[in-house]
Structure formats: structure tokens, C-alpha cells
């Protein structure tokens, strides 16, 4: 048989469209498929990011994992919000339960490979991480727009190419813009040549000279502004380990500081603490940058005049400077540097630097690394040698005198531990506890002097009792504990638990099942008694059989090979504290405690209808049906005892896994019979019936009947075997006064009882057999459940005996599926039409 699956996209396509059901039950299909599919690649990747993760990177898969498991979950949840069957959504919620753990191992995954990536990050060379101090001040082209907005120095001097703007104003307005010729020459108008150096070379002479000029040829009412229009421009020269050399244009009076921001910059290799300015073969000055990088100061920075050259030689010391200073870096120093200026260099140290221990990597005389440490306070004026790579500790995060309390208690968290400490300090009264703890369980987590830690118990209850002192230590974690589950609460410290275990030694956790309230893994602790472990998994239940339990022990013999010992506990150890605290508990034992026999908690019938008292009835093991019918009263006078309708819990779950089956057996044989449907007529014939079965099949509720004789349970009690179970539900009807007819007749509906009628009389009544009626095959469902069909000689006639129409009765005359080609196909149609027309009669029997 074809199924949805292997159709041709196209034909699946149209098909889902039509039958919206089937879409998402093959959704459902897909995600168990997928969800396997996707465990093993998730397994392989586990592998893979754990041992080899920096050959193979798994990040492009665990992300399109991710965005399919995370899609798998939004489609599970919303077909959860439609109206689905009990099965179907349990099978879905438990897809949806894996889907989200799949999601959580999957994100797991990724943040180890995040954390490796980070190692990788953290593990390489120095070189690499620290920047050299102050070369991106050159990252950024400066803006020359100071040649023109800059204010005019005092000592400015004029040369040709110099713009001068003259201003008349007074007894004449005029303006001029005039050029110092090569010659030093300004012509100006109504005036005439001036020389413009004849009063000096500043800027300030060639302004008093021109004001006198103005004043002699045009008279005392005639007022003058005088500025400097634009520098000129005057060429340099720059060499030495820059990004560019070469001569360089730029405006006069460009200082050498702006020279070199406007020409590229000086390469890492370059000095920012030797910048040398040559004029005429001469060194004229030094400058070093990192008086403007570190105070601000540009004293020493030097106006350029034409031809001079800038040099920037190669860097002669280095050192670097990391850890917990504020400006981690490589720094150039001078001759003479202790360690009191390399750190000035950084930005100084940050508040949590650790100066008892300067670490210092220095080259030895065999020119190999090693590590030297200084106390800081002790050794400022160290000298510091080039090459030297200083590193300053920073505190740790890992506070030693802590004690943390974490639970249902006010004001949960880190507390100062000092010595002599107390629980009871801490916990001062039992108004710090919420309602929901469990006073009878507490934990501490203390570390050891070997970086392990272990477990110790306490009752809450008796933190007060100065009898019972509970002393803390540093870095204790003190655990409080709900009347709830524990393993969400537990989960982490387990897995620390197991991670510390060693080869040849069990993980230091037992185990208790059975009767308790929260069963499951807990934290061995020192000097472990039964009593600890049945009070951590919250006290045992009402229904614990305490005249005996069993340790099962795991060890490990003189030869590594594991045993196991099965442990009788008896009643004397376990309902006498002090005997079973002197039974102690070893790590990886397992605690069993059993119910008590034939223990059967809030097992119940429910009993409704026709009997003198409905209701629920407690049930106790080997009762029968006729006893607890005994025990509501009996029957009413109007009771109909053949019409009895008897369910039973297990019955109607197979039922439930019976109509799934149908279901899709039904939408995998109708896709195959619409496919092969030859003409637009037959199709739409078949997609009518699919429709109508489909949804009969997904809306009938399964009953769970189970067919009894009432009237000989109440006759025959000696002989009445029927036992009742949990769940069960008995309802007794009143006495019925009509014969239903259903299925494939023209008025399907309900008669009046007639003792003379029999089936052919209520089938002509109901205006008889449609055309697509299959006669042969009619049936009568009787009113307690029971199918009579055709056989033998003649039946359900006039006459007394079982095959007598009764009332309750409900006759049935499915529909004929040899008529309907594409019916005829279907693998299961007559059990589906059986199925349909018997649930329906149940429901309209009464």
C-alpha cells in the first residue's frame, strides 16, 4: 500500500491541503524521524567538540541544528493548541519533551566550542595582544583647516607667497589683497611698491610698516586693517620610519607635530621619543611625543621653515607593560627607567592589582627567558631593561572568607566567615525560614585542604538547640531545601560530585526508590545512616512496608573486579533510630523501600444511573462487581439491567491505540484511492467520504466497554467472578421504550417498542434501505453492548430467545462498499464502518 510519504511532492501537496489532519500527523511522523537523525548528529558532535575541536568546527552545524530543532518545537506547539486526540498528544508532548532537551544539548555544545575559542584567544603570544603606545594618533587623517583658522603666531615671519588682506576704512573703503612677491616686494595701489622687509621679517613689522605707509600717502582720516590672508606654502622633508618619506608641502608655521599627522604617520617601528628636526645638516631640536601623549605638553614642539627635515629614527628600548594596570601596551623608554616609571608609563595600576608579586620575564645572560618577582612597595626604583615584559596581578574573584546560604530562607546569599562561626548566627530564628522548607534536610558543601569537597547533613529544625552546635568553615555553601522534589535543586551538585571521583573508587552519591516522597540520587555524607537518606528523599510514604528494606552495594575487590551485595535490612534497624544510625551507608549504595503488600491507595468505581445510592465507591482488592452494587443500594425499580454500560480504563486506552491505527491507515489508502481515481467525479466522491469518515473516526470517543450480563450478576452472586478495577465506571439506564435504526436507511431515527415488530418492520418504518445499503451485512447492536448478526436459521424475529428485538436495541445497516470502487480498496473499510456504526449505537442507545 502507498503512503502519504512516498507521494510525489505534487500529489502531497494537494493531499495536505485537503485533509488538514493528515498534514499534521505527517508533521508528527517527520519530527520522530528527524529527532533521531538529529540525537546521532548531535552525539558525533559531542565527540568531535570535545576532544577535537579546533580540527573540525562544528559551529555551521550545530546552528542549522538549532534553527531545525527550534522550528520541530514551534510546530509542536501549536499543533499541541488544536484539539487533538489523548494519544496523539501525549505521543506529541513527549516529542516535544526530547525536542527541548536535544535544543539544550545542542546550545551546550556551543558554548564549549565558544569557550575553546576564547582559550585559543587567551593562549597566544603577548606580541599579538598588546598594541604599541600611541601610534593611532595617526589611525585618523587631521583636517588642515588650521592653516587658515589658527590665530596668527607673534612671532610669525612674513615671507614671499604671504596673502595680505588690507581693510580702508574712513574717509576711504577699500579693499586689497596683496602677495608678497619673491622678491619681497607688495604693490600697492595709490601707493606703490613697498619692501616689505624693511622695517624686519615678522609679521608684526610688515604690519606697522604698512599701517605708516597708509598713513604718509593717504592722509590721517584714512583707518587700515591689516591680517595675514593665507600662510604660504613652504616645502619639508621627512624620513626615517614613516609610513610615507619624501618632501612634503605644507603651510608655513605647520609645526612638527601637525607635519607628520598630515603625512601618514610613524611607522610601529618607528621612535615617538627621538623625533629630530635637522636645518642645514644640524640637529635643531628633539621632541618626544609622549610629553603631549601622557601631559598634554607641545612646548617643545617646533614651527618649520622651508627645507627643514624631520627624522624619525628606529625605536631603541621597548618594554611591555599588561596585567591589572589601566593601559595594558608596549612603551618606549629612555636611558635611564625603573619600575616605578614603566608603571607610571601604563596609567598606573587599577584598585584590584596585586602588588606583592611583580612578575617580570627577562632575558638571561644565554639570552633565555626567565620570570623574576618584585614586591612593588619594596622595589620601585628597580631598573627596568629593554625587552622586559612586567605583568601585574589582579585579585581573584574567589572569596575565601564566605559562607553562602541558598534555599527557601530570607535573605539567601554570601555572608563574612570568621572564625568560630555559627549556623545559628547566621540563622538566627525560625522566622527566617519560608513556609515551604523541609526542616527535617539541610546540606553543607565544605571544601578540603586537596581542592575536593564533601558533604555533611543537618536537621533545620535543630539548628537552635544549643545541644547541637553546627560550626561553619570558610567557603561553605549551606543548602535549605523545599517539600518538593530535590533533583532540579541537587543537579548541579551531583554532577561536581561525580566529577571529583577517581578510578577505583565509587562517586561519593546513594541511592533510595520505592516508598519515600521524592526518590533518586543524593550527596553522600560523612557517617551516613539509613535514617539521613530517608529523611533527604522527604520521609517515607503512608504505604512503606518498614519490617524490612534492601541496600544493594556495589564495590570493588583486591582483584578491580565489581561486585554487588544484596543487604537485608530488618525491622529492629529500621524503625529504631538509634540502631540505624549505626548502620552506616557506603558511597553507591542503593536503598529500596518497599510497599506494604496489597496496598492500594484511593482505588475507586464510580457507580451512576438507576441504583438507590450513585456515587463513588473505595474499592478493596478481590471485591466484585456485585459487591459494591450491594454496597450502593441495589437497583431502582426503574433500572434496565440489560442495558448496563460497563467501562473499564485499559479498554478504552487500547481502544484509543485501535482508532490511531485506523486513522492512518484510513488517510494512507484513501491518498492512494484518490490518486487512482479516473474521472473528477470519482475524486471528489472520494474526498467526500474521506472527509466524512476521517472526521467521524477523529471525533468518536472511545467508550471502553466492556460487555456484561447484569441481570446474571445479581441472580447468580456465588458464581459472579467479575472484579472491579481502579477507574472503573458502572452506569445503569433507565428502562428504554424505543428500537433506534441508523446507518444506510432513508429516515434514520428512533421508534416506539412494539412486542409484535421485528427488524424488517422498524427498517420499513425508517422508509427502508437506501441504494448504497449493504443488506446482507445488517446487524443489531443490543442495549448492553453485545452484536448480534445474521446466521443460522432466520433471526430477530417475533419470537422470544436472544435473537429478539428488544427495547434499547439499535439497528445498523452499514453501507455497501462494493458500490463505491475507491471504498472497496480501503485495507480496513469494513472494520471502520463496523467500528463507526457500533460507537454511534452506544451513544444513542439511551
Same mark, same amino acid.
Given at each position: @500500500?502507498?503512503?502519504?510519504?512516498?507521494?510525489?511532492?505534487?500529489? *502531497?501537496?494537494?493531499?495536505?491541503?485537503?485533509?488538514?489532519?493528515? +498534514?499534521?500527523?505527517?508533521?508528527?511522523?517527520?519530527?520522530?524521524?528527524?529527532?533521531?537523525?538529529?540525537?546521532?548528529e548531535v552525539e558525533q558532535t559531542s565527540e568531535l567538540s570535545k576532544h577535537n575541536l579546533k580540527q573540525n568546527n562544528p559551529s555551521e552545524n550545530l546552528r542549522e541544528m538549532e534553527e531545525q530543532i527550534s522550528e520541530d518545537i514551534v510546530r509542536l506547539e501549536i499543533l499541541l493548541a488544536t484539539e487533538i486526540p489523548q494519544i496523539e498528544k501525549r505521543s506529541h508532548e513527549d516529542s516535544l519533551r526530547k525536542s527541548k532537551l536535544l535544543l539544550s544539548k545542542i546550545r551546550e555544545l556551543q558554548r564549549l566550542e565558544i569557550q575553546n575559542l576564547t582559550n585559543e584567544i587567551e593562549s597566544d603570544s603577548q606580541e599579538k595582544i598588546l598594541p604599541a603606545f600611541g601610534y593611532d594618533i595617526f589611525a585618523k587623517n587631521i583636517?588642515?583647516?588650521?592653516?587658515?583658522?589658527?590665530?596668527?603666531?607673534?612671532?610669525?615671519?612674513?615671507?614671499?607667497?604671504?596673502?595680505?588682506?588690507?581693510?580702508?576704512?574712513?574717509?576711504? +573703503?577699500?579693499?586689497?589683497?596683496?602677495?608678497?612677491? /619673491?622678491?619681497?616686494?607688495?604693490?600697492?595701489?595709490?601707493?606703490?611698491?613697498?619692501?616689505?622687509?624693511?622695517?624686519?621679517?615678522?609679521?608684526?613689522?610688515?604690519?606697522?610698516?604698512?599701517?605708516?605707509k597708509i598713513r604718509e600717502n593717504l592722509g590721517e582720516g584714512v583707518q587700515s586693517s591689516i591680517t595675514l590672508g593665507a600662510f604660504r606654502s613652504i616645502r619639508i622633508f621627512i624620513f626615517g620610519e614613516v609610513e610615507q618619506q619624501g618632501a612634503v608641502n605644507i603651510s608655513a608655521y605647520t609645526s612638527m607635530i601637525n607635519a607628520l599627522l598630515n603625512s601618514g604617520g610613524i611607522k610601529e617601528t618607528g621612535s615617538l621619543r627621538n623625533l629630530q628636526l635637522k636645518r642645514s645638516g644640524e640637529i635643531i631640536t628633539t621632541l618626544d611625543l609622549y610629553d603631549l601623549l601622557l601631559d598634554g605638553d607641545t612646548s617643545a614642539d617646533q614651527a618649520l621653515q622651508p627645507g627643514d627635515v624631520i627624522f624619525v629614527p628606529t625605536?631603541?628600548?621597548?618594554?611591555?607593560?599588561?596585567?591589572?594596570?589601566?593601559?595594558?601596551?608596549?612603551?618606549?623608554?629612555?636611558?635611564?627607567?625603573?619600575?616605578?616609571?614603566?608603571?607610571?608609563?601604563?596609567?598606573?595600576?587599577?584598585?584590584?592589582?596585586?602588588?606583592?608579586?611583580?612578575?617580570?620575564? /627577562?632575558?638571561?645572560?644565554?639570552?633565555?627567558?626567565?620570570?623574576?618577582?618584585?614586591?612593588?612597595?619594596?622595589?620601585?626604583?628597580?631598573?627596568?631593561?629593554?625587552?622586559?615584559?612586567?605583568?601585574?596581578?589582579?585579585?581573584?574573584? #574567589?572569596?575565601?572568607?564566605?559562607?553562602?546560604?541558598?534555599?527557601?530562607?530570607? +535573605?539567601?546569599?554570601?555572608?563574612?566567615?570568621?572564625?568560630?562561626?555559627?549556623?545559628?548566627?547566621?540563622?538566627?530564628?525560625? #522566622?527566617?525560614?519560608?513556609?515551604?522548607?523541609?526542616?527535617?534536610?539541610?546540606?553543607?558543601?565544605?571544601?578540603?585542604?586537596?581542592?575536593?569537597?564533601?558533604?555533611?547533613?543537618?536537621?533545620?529544625?535543630?539548628?537552635?538547640?544549643?545541644?547541637?552546635?553546627?560550626?561553619?568553615?570558610?567557603?561553605?555553601?549551606?543548602?535549605?531545601?523545599?517539600?518538593?522534589?530535590?533533583?532540579?535543586?541537587?543537579?548541579?551538585?551531583?554532577?561536581?560530585?561525580?566529577?571529583?571521583?577517581?578510578?577505583?573508587?565509587?562517586?561519593?552519591?546513594?541511592?533510595?526508590?520505592?516508598?519515600?516522597?521524592?526518590?533518586?540520587?543524593?550527596?553522600?555524607?560523612?557517617? @551516613?545512616?539509613?535514617?539521613?537518606?530517608?529523611?533527604?528523599?522527604?520521609?517515607?510514604?503512608?504505604?512503606?512496608?518498614?519490617?524490612?528494606?534492601?541496600?544493594?552495594?556495589?564495590?570493588?575487590?583486591?582483584?578491580?573486579?565489581?561486585?554487588?551485595?544484596?543487604? *537485608?535490612?530488618?525491622?529492629?534497624?529500621?524503625?529504631?533510630?538509634?540502631?540505624?544510625?549505626?548502620?552506616?551507608?557506603?558511597?553507591?549504595?542503593?536503598?529500596?523501600?518497599?510497599?506494604?503488600?496489597?496496598? *492500594?491507595?484511593?482505588?475507586?468505581?464510580?457507580?451512576?444511573?438507576?441504583?438507590?445510592?450513585?456515587?463513588?465507591?473505595?474499592?478493596?482488592?478481590?471485591?466484585?462487581?456485585?459487591?459494591?452494587?450491594?454496597? $450502593?443500594?441495589?437497583?431502582?425499580?426503574?433500572?434496565?439491567?440489560?442495558?448496563?454500560?460497563?467501562?473499564?480504563?485499559?479498554?478504552?486506552?487500547?481502544?484509543?491505540?485501535? =482508532?490511531?491505527?485506523?486513522?492512518?491507515?484510513?488517510?494512507?489508502?484513501?491518498?492512494?484511492?484518490?490518486?487512482?481515481?479516473?474521472?473528477?467525479?470519482?475524486? $471528489?466522491? $472520494?474526498?467526500?467520504?474521506? =472527509?466524512?469518515?476521517?472526521?467521524?473516526?477523529?471525533?468518536?470517543?472511545?467508550?471502553?466497554?466492556?460487555?456484561?450480563?447484569?441481570?446474571?450478576?445479581?441472580?447468580?452472586?456465588?458464581?459472579?467472578?467479575?472484579?472491579?478495577?481502579?477507574?472503573?465506571?458502572?452506569?445503569?439506564?433507565?428502562?428504554?421504550?424505543?428500537?433506534?435504526?441508523?446507518?444506510?436507511?432513508?429516515?434514520?431515527?428512533?421508534?416506539?417498542?412494539?412486542?409484535?415488530?421485528?427488524?424488517?418492520?422498524?427498517?420499513?418504518?425508517?422508509?427502508?434501505?437506501?441504494?448504497?445499503?449493504?443488506?446482507?451485512?445488517?446487524?443489531?447492536?443490543?442495549?448492553?453492548?453485545?452484536? =448480534?448478526?445474521?446466521?443460522?436459521?432466520?433471526?430477530?424475529?417475533?419470537?422470544?430467545?436472544?435473537?429478539?428485538?428488544?427495547?434499547?436495541?439499535?439497528?445498523?445497516?452499514?453501507?455497501?462498499?462494493?458500490?463505491?470502487?475507491?471504498?472497496?480498496?480501503?485495507?480496513?473499510?469494513?472494520?471502520?464502518?463496523?467500528?463507526?456504526?457500533?460507537?454511534?449505537?452506544?451513544? +444513542?442507545?439511551?
Amino acid at each position: @500500500m502507498a503512503s502519504l510519504a512516498n507521494l510525489p511532492k505534487e500529489e *502531497r501537496d494537494r493531499l495536505i491541503q485537503l485533509y488538514g489532519r493528515g +498534514n499534521a500527523q505527517s508533521k508528527s511522523s517527520e519530527l520522530n524521524l528527524n529527532q533521531k537523525q538529529k540525537i546521532n548528529e548531535v552525539e558525533q558532535t559531542s565527540e568531535l567538540s570535545k576532544h577535537n575541536l579546533k580540527q573540525n568546527n562544528p559551529s555551521e552545524n550545530l546552528r542549522e541544528m538549532e534553527e531545525q530543532i527550534s522550528e520541530d518545537i514551534v510546530r509542536l506547539e501549536i499543533l499541541l493548541a488544536t484539539e487533538i486526540p489523548q494519544i496523539e498528544k501525549r505521543s506529541h508532548e513527549d516529542s516535544l519533551r526530547k525536542s527541548k532537551l536535544l535544543l539544550s544539548k545542542i546550545r551546550e555544545l556551543q558554548r564549549l566550542e565558544i569557550q575553546n575559542l576564547t582559550n585559543e584567544i587567551e593562549s597566544d603570544s603577548q606580541e599579538k595582544i598588546l598594541p604599541a603606545f600611541g601610534y593611532d594618533i595617526f589611525a585618523k587623517n587631521i583636517n588642515d583647516s588650521y592653516k587658515y583658522d589658527s590665530p596668527i603666531p607673534s612671532d610669525y615671519r612674513a615671507g614671499p607667497g604671504d596673502l595680505i588682506e588690507i581693510q580702508l576704512f574712513g574717509q576711504k +573703503n577699500q579693499s586689497y589683497s596683496l602677495e608678497i612677491s /619673491r622678491e619681497g616686494i607688495l604693490r600697492f595701489p595709490d601707493i606703490g611698491p613697498i619692501n616689505a622687509f624693511e622695517k624686519g621679517t615678522s609679521f608684526i613689522d610688515l604690519k606697522n610698516l604698512l599701517k605708516d605707509k597708509i598713513r604718509e600717502n593717504l592722509g590721517e582720516g584714512v583707518q587700515s586693517s591689516i591680517t595675514l590672508g593665507a600662510f604660504r606654502s613652504i616645502r619639508i622633508f621627512i624620513f626615517g620610519e614613516v609610513e610615507q618619506q619624501g618632501a612634503v608641502n605644507i603651510s608655513a608655521y605647520t609645526s612638527m607635530i601637525n607635519a607628520l599627522l598630515n603625512s601618514g604617520g610613524i611607522k610601529e617601528t618607528g621612535s615617538l621619543r627621538n623625533l629630530q628636526l635637522k636645518r642645514s645638516g644640524e640637529i635643531i631640536t628633539t621632541l618626544d611625543l609622549y610629553d603631549l601623549l601622557l601631559d598634554g605638553d607641545t612646548s617643545a614642539d617646533q614651527a618649520l621653515q622651508p627645507g627643514d627635515v624631520i627624522f624619525v629614527p628606529t625605536i631603541a628600548k621597548q618594554i611591555s607593560v599588561d596585567g591589572a594596570v589601566r593601559r595594558p601596551a608596549k612603551y618606549e623608554i629612555l636611558e635611564e627607567n625603573t619600575l616605578q616609571d614603566a608603571i607610571k608609563l601604563a596609567g598606573g595600576t587599577v584598585e584590584r592589582s596585586v602588588l606583592s608579586k611583580v612578575r617580570i620575564e /627577562r632575558l638571561n645572560e644565554d639570552f633565555q627567558p626567565e620570570i623574576r618577582n618584585f614586591n612593588y612597595q619594596e622595589n620601585k626604583v628597580t631598573k627596568i631593561l629593554s625587552g622586559d615584559r612586567i605583568s601585574i596581578g589582579i585579585a581573584g574573584s #574567589n572569596v575565601r572568607n564566605v559562607v553562602s546560604i541558598t534555599g527557601p530562607v530570607e +535573605n539567601e546569599g554570601d555572608y563574612e566567615w570568621r572564625e568560630g562561626l555559627l549556623l545559628s548566627d547566621l540563622i538566627i530564628n525560625p #522566622n527566617i525560614f519560608l513556609p515551604e522548607i523541609d526542616l527535617d534536610y539541610g546540606l553543607i558543601r565544605r571544601k578540603r585542604t586537596d581542592g575536593n569537597f564533601h558533604c555533611l547533613s543537618f536537621h533545620p529544625s535543630k539548628i537552635f538547640d544549643l545541644k547541637e552546635k553546627i560550626p561553619l568553615k570558610e567557603q561553605d555553601i549551606v543548602y535549605f531545601f523545599t517539600k518538593e522534589p530535590r533533583k532540579d535543586s541537587l543537579e548541579e551538585l551531583l554532577s561536581d560530585i561525580r566529577k571529583q571521583s577517581r578510578a577505583g573508587e565509587n562517586s561519593r552519591v546513594v541511592r533510595i526508590s520505592g516508598e519515600v516522597h521524592f526518590p533518586g540520587e543524593y550527596p553522600f555524607t560523612d557517617s @551516613m545512616s539509613l535514617q539521613d537518606l530517608i529523611l533527604a528523599a522527604g520521609g517515607s510514604k503512608d504505604s512503606a512496608y518498614l519490617l524490612e528494606a534492601e541496600v544493594t552495594r556495589v564495590g570493588i575487590n583486591e582483584y578491580q573486579k565489581a561486585f554487588v551485595q544484596h543487604l *537485608r535490612i530488618d525491622q529492629e534497624v529500621l524503625v529504631d533510630s538509634n540502631r540505624s544510625e549505626n548502620y552506616f551507608l557506603k558511597p553507591y549504595d542503593s536503598l529500596s523501600i518497599k510497599p506494604i503488600p496489597l496496598w *492500594r491507595e484511593g482505588e475507586n468505581i464510580e457507580i451512576s444511573g438507576e441504583v438507590n445510592f450513585p456515587g463513588i465507591y473505595s474499592i478493596k482488592l478481590g471485591e466484585t462487581l456485585f459487591d459494591v452494587i450491594q454496597r $450502593a443500594g441495589g437497583l431502582t425499580d426503574r433500572a434496565f439491567a440489560n442495558g448496563a454500560l460497563f467501562s473499564r480504563e485499559n479498554l478504552r486506552i487500547k481502544e484509543d491505540e485501535q =482508532r490511531e491505527r485506523l486513522i492512518k491507515q484510513l488517510e494512507s489508502d484513501l491518498a492512494t484511492a484518490t490518486l487512482s481515481a479516473t474521472d473528477s467525479e470519482e475524486a $471528489a466522491q $472520494a474526498q467526500s467520504a474521506a =472527509r466524512a469518515m476521517l472526521s467521524r473516526l477523529q471525533n468518536m470517543e472511545s467508550q471502553g466497554r466492556l460487555v456484561i450480563d447484569l441481570n446474571q450478576i445479581l441472580n447468580d452472586a456465588e458464581r459472579s467472578d467479575l472484579l472491579v478495577k481502579d477507574q472503573d465506571n458502572l452506569f445503569i439506564p433507565s428502562i428504554p421504550y424505543a428500537v433506534s435504526v441508523s446507518g444506510e436507511v432513508q429516515f434514520p431515527t428512533s421508534h416506539l417498542y412494539k412486542e409484535n415488530l421485528d427488524m424488517n418492520d422498524y427498517l420499513n418504518r425508517s422508509g427502508g434501505y437506501t441504494q448504497n445499503a449493504d443488506k446482507d451485512r445488517t446487524f443489531v447492536v443490543k442495549a448492553n453492548g453485545a452484536v =448480534r448478526t445474521k446466521g443460522g436459521n432466520g433471526w430477530f424475529g417475533k419470537g422470544s430467545g436472544g435473537n429478539k428485538i428488544s427495547p434499547g436495541d439499535v439497528i445498523v445497516v452499514p453501507i455497501d462498499v462494493k458500490q463505491t470502487r475507491f471504498l472497496e480498496n480501503l485495507t480496513y473499510s469494513t472494520q471502520i464502518i463496523y467500528q463507526l456504526a457500533v460507537a454511534a449505537a452506544a451513544v +444513542n442507545s439511551f
